[in-house]
């Protein structure tokens, strides 16, 4: 069973940093694009980056270009998501999703999903 569990959310202030980890399991790792989406509450689900699958293709949302950056290490089956220059408006529940082969930006597009780490980002 596919299992992918994110880690590394928390409290942070306006402009601090945080460092979002998903380890994946059970999955042929290296074929799968990975994404990244949030959740705030009372709104949609929305698409914030994703890398393929092997590491030549990342794209962001045009709100976090520049201050977000997706990575991933095929050898250890984990995907990452450096998060700098933190904003108010960045404050969601944040899930790391896996789909294969493609990489897409709608979240009816991904196969699997984690079940979150809560990302808040105060004054």
């Known amino acids: 069973q596919v299992q992918l569990v994110e880690s590394g959310g928390g409290l942070v202030e306006v402009g601090g940093s945080l460092r979002l980890s998903c380890a994946a399991s059970e999955l042929t790792f290296s074929t799968y694009a990975m994404a990244w989406f949030r959740q705030a509450p009372g709104k949609e689900r929305e698409f914030v980056a994703v890398?393929?699958?092997?590491?030549?293709?990342?794209y962001y949302a045009d709100s976090v270009k520049g201050r977000f950056t997706i990575s991933r290490d095929n050898a250890k089956n984990m995907v990452y998501l450096q998060m700098n220059g933190l904003k108010f408006e960045d404050t969601a529940l944040y899930y790391c999703?896996?789909?294969?082969?493609?990489?897409?930006?709608?979240?009816?597009?991904?196969?699997?999903w984690g079940q979150g780490t809560q990302v808040t980002v105060s004054s």
């Open positions: 890398v393929s699958p092997t590491v030549d293709m990342t």
């Open positions: 999703s896996a789909r294969r082969y493609a990489i897409a930006y709608h979240s009816t597009d991904y196969d699997y």
